[in-house]
């Protein structure tokens, strides 16, 4: 298996873009995370899907973020109006069940705001 | 609520030596917890995990303990390799079980050959 999959791995965007984070889980796996990571905030869970729904978007900063889940197979998450302070390393991962089933982190992207 | 506090946020060991690694969780009904390391510019990768069933699991030259009355486990690397330096963070299931996991500050381990 080709595990989580991020595109794009780097993006570079100027303040005020929209900016389209996607991800592929694990084929098979029903659980799909957003987390961000920056040095200040480390792992932060950002919003959850459970057979693409939403589970839990509390960690969504505010209403600049969305994120959704068409199908089992792909999710997107989107900043709009991006500004600088979402520079940050934004992982997608996936997980096979709920409740205690380890989860597999993608690549990262990589989002810098200017 | 869900909370997760690990500690130290930074050790610093030499070649051989033994690290320990310490997570506080809030939720006393968790029953799984993972320890992932995370390489410079890589992915969060999982290294060992264990359920509330069991006090301690060991994998080559790591280890995790439980203590569940506590509410506290740890991760034991021994012999420690300049290859072990990297960030290490603990993870504990959101309340109520669910899918998530919450996960520690980390812990930035360096290994001085």
């Known amino acids: 298996d080709a595990g989580v999959i991020q595109s794009p791995r780097h993006e570079v965007t100027e303040m005020g873009q929209e900016v389209t984070l996607r991800c592929k889980p694990i084929?098979?796996?029903?659980?799909l995370f957003w987390y961000r990571q920056t040095m200040m905030r480390g792992l932060e869970l950002l919003i959850y899907?459970?057979?693409?729904?939403?589970?839990?978007d509390s960690g969504m900063p505010e209403d600049r973020f969305s994120a959704k889940m068409p199908n089992a197979s792909f999710s997107t998450l989107k900043i709009q109006p991006s500004e600088p302070r979402d520079s940050a390393v934004y992982f997608c991962?996936?997980?096979?069940?709920?409740?205690?089933?380890?989860?597999?982190f993608g690549e990262g992207s990589w989002l810098t705001v200017v | 609520g869900e909370n997760v506090e690990q500690h130290p946020s930074t050790l610093s060991v030499q070649e051989g030596d033994s690290a320990v690694i310490k997570c506080t969780y809030s939720?006393?009904?968790?029953?799984?917890f993972p320890w992932y390391k995370q390489e410079l510019g890589k992915r969060p990768q999982l290294i060992i995990d264990?359920?509330?069933?069991?006090g301690e699991k060991k994998d080559q030259r790591i280890a995790v303990t439980l203590n569940k009355t506590a509410k506290h486990f740890s991760l034991h690397i021994t012999e420690t390799q300049p290859e072990d330096s990297a960030v290490y963070f603990c993870?504990?299931?959101?309340?109520?079980?669910?899918?998530?996991?919450?996960f520690g500050q980390g812990t930035t381990l360096q290994v001085k050959p």
């Open positions: 991962a996936s997980s096979l069940e709920t409740g205690g089933n380890t989860i597999y």
């Open positions: 084929s098979g796996h029903n659980s």
């Open positions: 899907f459970n057979n693409n729904v939403p589970i839990d």
């Open positions: 939720d006393s009904a968790s029953n799984y």
């Open positions: 264990i359920r509330s069933n069991v």
């Open positions: 993870a504990a299931p959101g309340s109520s079980n669910t899918g998530k996991l919450i």
